[in-house]
């Protein structure tokens, strides 16, 4: 070891603590995105002030799912696409913590698809991350709802002809009362909308592109990990406020990133507390939400 | 003598000898029964009998629909709906997968839709687990379709089509899965001898499904059924179920006599003379040959015995198979938690309960998630059955190798 990099020895990681060090090394390839969002979001439960051990993460299946085992939080990887209902009971059940859903997008949006729009449209207080990298990377890159129309995966062979989903509109469809998208590239960016996404009570989604090298980029020979971030910076513009229907991503096309959408609307507590108050008076008991905390 | 590793293979008229994996053995075959449909969604181990299967339709070899579903839930229901139009269909799927699509597992059978399935079988969470066992299978045991195990690539391949010719028989018309343990088969490159398609052919007829959708004849399918009817569904089904039996046997033989590779419900290895028999299904009985070959070469007279179809059972084909044994010792790959053991013992005693001088069954739960099953441990499970002063009681069994 060099002298220069002899003084760094004792210098911890600021990200260190909120990892499970016995995990590691974790599983995720050379060029992954996934733990450049992990960063961003130790960065953001920092800066959000949230006492950790009011802090639940929750994963499904797939690379991103991991990420509930590694984080030193309390976490639950649940079955294939089931983070959400699992969150919303953890939620329900105890109002106080912040559940925070951290999956991929095969698991939000094809097997657990039903479960966003519902969580979505019920405005569960749940902050959602979904890292984007277009495909089903642990069981080996088949094509994805996320897969842009004509990228190859193993499942299409020369080319996806399937329209995949705009997942910012999707949310927005739904309900969720805050959309941002951002990329790994974006990180200062991303670990705002996380915090912000943190800090704000309702169903908040955030979308993050991330490369994929050994399947997506590789399949599609287009280069490494770096290569994909300077696709992401030379490609992304930032446009706040965007129309969610224009945010729709092509193959290696131009990305549109930023805060989409941020409005309020009462969380599903909110709304239970107001109507059983409304029907029952003084013979019901607030649970949760704006009322208090349990 | 027997050995259980063959010698020299002979290449029969109609077929050529090709090294390969026996998933794509499985997508093989299944496009040479030139499927319709093809419905998957990705789970380790059964992905690449897909893979291939969406690269042979993406090829133009497969004339087919290949839909990427968006859950093993919707690929069991896709195969439905194509089966119920009066299309030749195939899913695949491992653990989790299976039991997501479960409900739609037992409509299949009680509507009659000849769908077939490829079993890449896994455990079941949890703690989650990708490795095999028969953990997925035994949780649909009595979901009313042929199920069948294959223990080696050239099985994989062949029973493909003895799936789809049995399915589709006039009087069977009953879904079928074909079990293939997970890694132990579906990433194995191995010699396998394959059909000209010719040979295919002659075997396997069109698809003329006996009731199908149709604007010119009217049906309705997946009905209520009032309790004043569902009792007698359930026994036709039961009834139509073991009544497939004859025909499985005679599919088998009618590929035996095409290819000279037969099948049969239970078969059996060295098992002349045998006071111990061992007991399997699936990949495991190859390791099984091995151990008998080298426990009979230490004059132990150990045999074995195979059971190929799960469903229906063969308690008949079983109870000849093990007569003048003394005992049979069981290797379940699943557990029955809180009942009698392994359910393949559970069953094996049911079916020789009793009988005069049956052996007494010894019931070893092996192999769970993949943990291998080599010859020394087989070896150590024939001599502690042969140490045990007093048999078993009933429910009795060991979870072979577990640490405490």
Known sequence: MSEDLARFEDVENPVMPYLRQERIPHIWCPGCGIGTTVNCFARALTESGLDLDKVSIVSGIGCTGRVAGYMRLDSFHTTHGRAIPFATGLKLANPRLKVVVYSGDGDLFAIGGNHFVHAARRNMDLTVICVNNSTYGMTGGQVAPTTPLGATQTTMPYGNFENPFNLPFLADACGAVYVARWTVFHVKQLTRAMKEALLKPGFTFIEVLAPCPTLYLRRNRLGDGVDQVKYYKEKSTIKHGADTKEVGLGFQSDIVVGKFVDRERPTWLDSMNQHFSKVLGTRFQPWGGSNGED | ?404
């Open chain 2, 1 to 404: 003598m027997k050995s259980a590793i063959p010698k020299t293979v002979v290449v029969p008229p109609g077929h050529r000898r090709v090294g390969m994996e026996d998933s794509h053995a499985a997508a093989l075959a299944v496009r040479q029964c030139n499927v319709d449909v093809v419905a998957a969604y990705p789970i380790t181990p059964q992905t690449h009998i897909v893979e291939k299967l969406a690269e042979m339709v993406a090829n133009g070899e497969l004339d087919a629909e290949f839909v990427p579903v968006e859950s093993e839930h919707s690929a069991m229901t896709v195969c439905v709906g194509a089966e119920a139009a009066g299309a030749r269909t195939f899913t695949c799927t491992s653990s989790q997968g299976l039991i997501l699509m479960s409900e739609v597992v037992y409509i299949t059978s009680a509507m009659r839709l000849p769908c077939v399935m490829v079993l890449a079988n896994r455990s079941l969470s949890g703690p989650l687990s990708i490795w095999c066992d028969h953990s997925d299978v035994m949780s649909i045991r009595d979901c009313g379709w042929i199920q069948t195990f294959a223990e080696n690539g050239q099985e994989v391949y062949d029973l493909v089509f003895h799936a789809y010719r049995v399915a589709e028989m006039a009087d069977v018309q009953t879904p079928v899965i074909l079990n293939v343990d997970g890694f132990y088969l579906t990433h194995v490159v191995e010699s396998l001898l394959v059909a000209d398609q010719e040979v295919v052919d002659r075997y396997l007829p069109p698809y003329r499904p006996r009731h199908s959708l149709h604007p010119d004849r009217p049906v309705t399918m997946g009905a209520y059924g009032v309790p004043d009817l569902f009792t007698e569904t359930k026994k036709a089904q039961d009834e139509a179920l073991r009544a497939t039996y004859p025909h499985i046997v005679r599919a088998w033989q009618e590929w035996g006599d095409l290819t000279g590779r037969h099948y049969h419900p239970v078969e059996t290895y060295r098992t002349e003379g045998a006071r111990v028999l061992l007991f399997t299904m699936g990949s495991i009985g190859q390791t099984a040959m091995v151990a008998v070959d080298t426990l009979r070469e230490q004059g132990l007279p150990v045999g074995l015995v195979k059971l190929r179809l799960w469903r229906p059972f063969p308690h008949e084909d079983l109870r000849r198979a093990v007569a003048g044994a003394e005992h049979l010792l069981v290797l379940d790959r699943a557990v029955s938690f809180g009942g009698p053991g392994g359910p393949v013992a559970s069953e094996v005693r049911s079916a020789l309960y009793g009988q005069v001088d049956a052996p007494v069954v010894h019931d070893f739960i092996v192999g769970l998630a993949g943990r291998d099953v080599a010859v020394p441990d087989f070896e150590a499970m024939v001599r502690e059955v042969l140490a045990r002063k007093t048999a078993p009681r009933h429910e009795d069994y060991v979870i072979y190798g577990a640490r405490e």
